[in-house]
């Protein structure tokens, strides 16, 4: 059980939405940070958005199937700009240009709705409940299908003008590199994301065997496969040059990794820090941490209906 840090009298519940390019995480959760229900299934985001968004009305029903209270609304953490409900240009979402999800989940539901990037939803959740408890300037990072991003600084969640700040993921780190959905050649995305980091590396993928996933990789590396540990250090480096690259800029000091290959965690961080201290500011390269969050698993349907709740 995760326990928020509020406790309010009454306790309420809402739903909380985290679409990736996958997979959906969805949960009923209450007021003090108890996750009541949970329901997951794919995305499909390959197909079309009237799909995906067939996907999250799934997520919906399932979720309120058997559950007698009162729902205060629809929390959704969504890839992508996200501007008052609309979610516009996911990257790695087929056929998709800018749908309002406020609007048609709202009118399907009858319930509140909001909606919020994905990896702000994350470093919400990371910001009132994991480590931002302890640092208050840092930048959350999904490592995942995409590669978001969420930007604290003094305690705040930093938005820009058009709610898109922290898109982590389009930082160019080779201006002749491969190209990125996202609109971008040579962008950290390209890289450090699930489906391009294995096609990038598929003549050595493919040495482990057929089907091989970022999973398999993890469990293979996890038995000293020389090939797998390879492939993490290489993993570590692009992480370790975009990193860089945000520390200089930024002049913060911390970073934050979830997302489902963040679980991969110490078998790239090592190349991940050396590849930082050669490449950054002397005052940054020995001052600086990059962690991975202890509510990982969690963060996007929590900062998803905290959206509703707080």
Not at 84 to 99: A, C, D, I, L, Q
Not at 196 to 218: A, M, R, T
Request: proline letters at 2%; charged letters at 25%.
């Amino acid at each position: 059980m995760i326990t928020l840090q509020t406790s309010p009298k009454k306790v309420n519940y809402a739903l909380g939405i985290d679409l990736g390019g996958t997979y959906i995480k969805s949960a009923i959760i209450d007021s003090k940070g108890k996750i009541i229900k949970q329901y997951k299934t794919e995305s499909y985001s390959i197909i079309s958005p009237q799909k995906v968004i067939r996907q999250i009305e799934k997520c919906i029903i399932e979720l309120k199937k058997g559950f007698d209270r009162k729902i205060l609304g629809i929390g959704i953490g969504a890839p992508g700009i996200v501007t008052k409900g609309v979610v516009k240009y996911p990257p790695n979402f087929k056929s998709w240009k800018e749908v309002n999800f406020k609007k048609h989940f709202e009118k399907k539901f009858k319930l509140e709705t909001e909606v919020d990037n994905d990896a702000n939803c994350a470093g919400l959740a990371e910001l009132k409940f994991g480590f931002g408890r302890k640092y208050k300037n840092f930048i959350f990072l999904t490592l995942g299908t995409g590669i978001g991003g969420a930007i604290v600084t003094d305690g705040n969640l930093y938005r820009g003008e058009q709610n898109g700040a922290g898109e982590f993921g389009m930082m160019t780190i080779n201006f002749n590199g491969p190209y990125c959905l996202g609109g971008n050649y040579g962008a950290v995305e390209a890289y450090l994301g699930r489906n391009y980091f294995l096609e990038n590396e598929k003549s050595q993928v493919k040495l482990l065997g057929i089907k091989i996933d970022i999973d398999d990789i993890q469990k293979l590396a996890g038995k000293n496969n020389k090939i797998a540990r390879e492939l993490f250090k290489k993993y570590g480096f692009y992480l370790g040059v975009g990193l860089a690259n945000y520390f200089n800029l930024m002049d913060v000091r911390t970073a934050i990794l979830g997302g489902g290959i963040s679980n991969a965690y110490k078998y790239f961080i090592t190349e991940c820090i050396k590849t930082i201290k050669e490449r950054s500011i002397k005052t940054i390269r020995n001052k600086f941490k990059v962690l991975k969050s202890n509510i990982n698993n969690n963060a996007g349907v929590l900062g998803a209906a905290a959206l509703v709740l707080y």
